[in-house]
Structure formats: C-alpha cells, structure tokens
C-alpha cells in the first residue's frame, strides 16, 4: 500500500491499512484452497506485521508478508507501489526488488575551499569514507601573498579528483557531487571520464549531518536512475537484431521459465494474473480470486522476475508507458 510520510498522513494511511486487512479476510475466505484456520493465521501475520511498521515515521510505501505457520515480515520502501493484495504461493518481491534496484550504492564528494569529505551510500544509508587520504584538510594559506586562496582551492580539487579515481579502481560506483557552483566547476576541469557523475547536490555542505545529506542525494538518484531507462531501450533493440531478444508476456514467459531469460525489462505497474493449465500459462483478465478451479497466479510478473534473478539474470524495472512498443514486458536472451 502507498503511504505518506511523516506524521501528518497516519491516521490516513492506518484506515487504508484496515481496510486492506478486512480484503485479505474476505479473499482467503472465497478461495476454495485455503482452509479456514489458514485465513486466521495469515491474517493475524499480517496484523503482527503492521504492528512492527511506525506509520508515524512512514516513507512511500508499506509492504507486508505473512504465511500460515506465523511467519512475517514488514518493510517500508522509499518508492510509490499500488495498493494490491496478493495470495499465491510464494511472497510477491517486486516492489522490494523496485526499491534496491533504486537504491544503488554510490559515492558523495563534498568539496570546500578547504576540504573535501567522501560519503559511502549503499542500502538508503550514507556513512563518511575515512581512508585513502579522506577526509581532506588543507592547511591555510598565507593571506598576505596574492592568489593564496585560489591557488589552496584548486589544489584541494585536484588533490581530492586524484584520491576519488584511485578509490574508483577498486570500488566502481556512481558519483555526486556536493558544493557551490564554482567547487562544482573545478570539479568538471579536473575529473577525468572514469569519473561517472550521476548528479549534484548544490550549496556549502562542509557540515551537513549524513541523513541530511542522504535525503538530499535522494531525488538526485532516482533523477539519475530514470535516465538509464534510455540505455535500455538500446540495448533492446541491439538484442532484437542480434535474434537475442523477446516481447510480450507469454514469449517471455516461456523463455524465463527455461532460465534463458539474460535480462528482464518491466514496467514497474504492469500485473498479470494467469492461470496455470496442463503446463502452461495462460493470461487472465478480472478481478484476483474471481476464477474456480485453476491454479490461479494472482501476478505471472512477479513469477517471472524471481525466476530470472533465480537463474542469474538481470531484472530492470522502468516507467510505465516506457515499453509500450514491447508488450510492457521484453528480455534479452542468452541463446
């Protein structure tokens, strides 16, 4: 379910969470498969999930698990999901694989006149980088000789370019770039192209506290992660003339379930319910729970993508709309 954050939407977001509660109940109770005590114990999974989730203190959305022998799990993730239900076999992953997928781990270089201090981000959090000459202090200049201080900045730049490109040979990741334009400017003059800058977070954050300095980089990373979405396509189109490429769900399907799936390309809001016969999978259109008497996959998607990531694969989810030229769902094949 999608939440808000901070306070303020809680009381919002605990109605809407009731409310989805009373819809599980009713869907285990219609599903001829699920036996009466099973219903209970989902749904007081559930319940105990919810109770581990502070809506006070909520991002973009909730995602809750629970089986019926007592396991549970609640997550909060920092990016919008749609409001869904699901009851199948397996827990449905995808809004949890969305939200890594755009979380990636990084580096932030924070640049003054007088120093400069690298950030390590990985898992949503940001922690400093001390080692490999960081953080860097320059000692300062005489005031009285002309040109001391351009001549202490630039060297803290270029001093700090140097350092950065030796952690990149061993620690490859995405860089930002904090500071006031002219820092930024020196910055460009200096860094060499093995330095990839995904973005900038503009004014003096000598001082800034890390979480501030995460919440900052934030909007600045998923801008950066949008942006890849056009590689993508290319990559697509370079698989489809090689005869490495397929589209559209039941051609995907087929081919991930043979574990040829290389690469898996998703619309982040594309759901498939389907129906599972004589080996087969077949596409269902209605509302989940409506059909009898078939194994019912609430969404063949998610299926899909932890069945490529089980045979090694790469899962890139994208825009909706951003595939419309592939069915919403395509991969690159191995063979």
Known sequence: MP??????????DQIRLRNLLTEVRRRLQADARVA?????EVVRGLEA??????????EDGLVLFATPDGEHHAFMIDQPVDERVVVDTTFATRDLLAADARRPSYWILSLSDRCARLWDGRDGELAEHTGDGFPLDAAAPDEQRSG??????RQVVRDA???????????????????VTRHQALFDELAGPQITIAGRVDGAHEGTPAAVLAELARPVLHAYEDLREVAVLAELEAARGLQRYAA??????RLVEAG??????????????????DGEVVPVDGPPGALRGADVVDDLVDDLIETTL?????VTFVSDGFLVDHDRIAAVVRF
């Open 3 to 12: 939440t808000h954050r901070g306070a303020r939407g809680a009381r919002a």
């Open 148 to 153: 001391a201080a351009e001549e202490r900045h």
């Open 161 to 179: 370019v140097h350092r950065l490109e030796a952690v990149l040979t061993r620690d490859a990741r995405p860089v930002l770039v904090a500071g």
């Open 49 to 58: 999930a919810a109770g581990e989730a502070d809506l006070r203190h909520a």
């Open 260 to 277: 040829r799936a290389e690469h898996l390309v998703v619309e982040r809001g594309y759901y498939a319910p389907a129906v599972r016969t």
């Open 248 to 253: 559209g769900l039941q051609e995907v399907a």
């Open 36 to 40: 009466p005590d099973a219903v209970d």
């Open 310 to 314: 089980e045979y090694g694969g790469e």
